[in-house]
């Protein structure tokens, strides 16, 4: 089912919207709350929200959705916080707008946030406090201003978006929240700009390929199998492999470790590999060769080795996967997130990457990625800052492009 039914899509209802009484008392609402949109930035931010421990920040998340009143506030089974605008027992099928609540910071983390000038210093500030704190200020200004548009909004603050959580606060939304099936528009905010449409997901699958032998003395059983050789041949093999440049594809032996001292033949040796494609055909491809590289590096080990009756044990396991897609250019939420971001004064570049959109695209259902504001450098790194340059003028294309989506009358 598609949401855009009615006059909603409609180029010039875009633009009623944009010059309507409504849309300026949403603008005159963001200008009016920067201070605090900034101030509960730094709020989120202070509150650690490691890999697989963002229960704190989604408590406070969960707060905020009680005190906007939004409809059903709640976190899942998986940890995910939500809470809804509008009915839910609406027919329309409802926009979810997502922001991740993990950080790829660990426990422990310093994550006090330091000011200089307008710049916010802090781990995570912008991947994705920032994120979340749009979220916050979109859903807190539709309530504050007593707007309920026909079709309903779902806020959605996720867990595991970054590296080891591999989506899985996403994919439980998509997989088992019963709001799930519901959902007919998906829009993530993760961090900051304004001019970024992130349209195609960009796939990933991880592997770890390990080798066991018997180990042994260095000297005294030489001749034995030796599973740091076998993953070096394997390595190598991988180095081989023709990534092709369209469909983008790419792929990194990534961690190597094993051996325990210089005299002994090592029982472990590991690696762990990172493939990446926009094409999920390419993917395919890379698996089976680095599948069959791994294999046929345990036989020549076998083969190579003086003492003919060792082997070495080879394993692979999956350790991520996240699958790819794409929200075509020419798709009707494509073409309204433009058309909002034009509206107020900005170009727009559609980009790839690897974002909560990766799964509703997967599933085939329209989804993009968007920035809320600001400038930032030094994601993932301690050094992280944000400023909130034109955050204001990406909030209100944030609630353009929704106001555009959900239906909402210029008259209201
Ligand atoms: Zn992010």
Redesign the pocket.
Known sequence: MSPWTGSAIEEPALGRLATSPLFARVSRFFDEAATAVTEEHVTLVEIPSPPFKEQNRAAFVLKRFREFGLSNPHIDDEGNVLGLLGSPDSISPFIAVAA?LDSVFPEGTDVTVRREGRRLYAPGIA??AC?LAGMLAVARCFTELGIVPPVPILFVGTVG??GPGDLRGVRALFERNPLGPGIGTFIAF??PGIERITTQALGSRRFEVKFNGPGGHSWANFGIVNPVQALGRFIHAMSFYKAPVAPRTAYTVAVIEGGVSVNTIPRMARCEVDLRSVAESELDRLEIYLQAAARQAAVEEDRAARLSETRVELTVTAIGRRPSGETPADSPLVQMAREATRFCGHRTVLDCGS?DSNIPMSRGIPAITIGVGGACAGCHTLDEWYDPVNRETSLRRAALLLLGLAGAEASS
């Open positions: 991740h991947d994705n994120g978006e970054e993760d961090g974002t």
